[in-house]
Nanobody, 125 residues
Framework: QVQLVESGGGLVQTGGSLNLTCAAS????????WAWFRQAPGKQREFVAA????????DYADSVKGRFTISRDIAKNMMYLKIDSLKPDDTAVYYC??????????????????WGQGTQVTVSS
């Protein structure tokens, strides 16, 4: 089992920045791919970014490319999402997910079998 806990969300103005953190415990080493998803009110959970735990290969949704940076610290079992140039459309609950089902940076929600409880990001205009 892998337990995930997100933190770092908050209320920021348009153009601001945030650093989200996902802390993993349990058998984190058994997960091959890690990702950030987000869910806005009334919308489905959507892919934001993913990273391979080993090797660090990354993938980003087109809507966040160039503004978001995903990274991880294997020694600390931590994953991060640096968010710059925030827009009101970025307002959502951000979830971190981990997968021991796939070894690539999947964009599919169903490929991730461990989830955190989410952290709220609100961007004011």
């Amino acid at each position: 089992q892998v337990q995930l806990v997100e933190s770092g969300g908050g209320l920021v103005q348009t153009g601001g920045s945030l650093n989200l953190t996902c802390a993993a415990s349990g058998r984190a080493y058994s997960s091959y791919a890690w990702a950030w998803f987000r869910q806005a009110p009334g919308k489905q959970r959507e892919f934001v970014a993913a990273i391979r735990w080993i090797g660090g290969r990354t993938d980003y949704a087109d809507s966040v490319k160039g503004r978001f940076t995903i990274s991880r610290d294997i020694a600390k079992n931590m994953m991060y999402l640096k968010i710059d140039s925030l827009k009101p459309d970025d307002t959502a609950v951000y979830y971190c997910g981990a997968s021991n089902r796939v070894s690539y940076t999947s964009r599919r929600r169903d490929d991730y079998n461990y989830w955190g409880q989410g952290t709220q990001v609100t961007v004011s205009s």
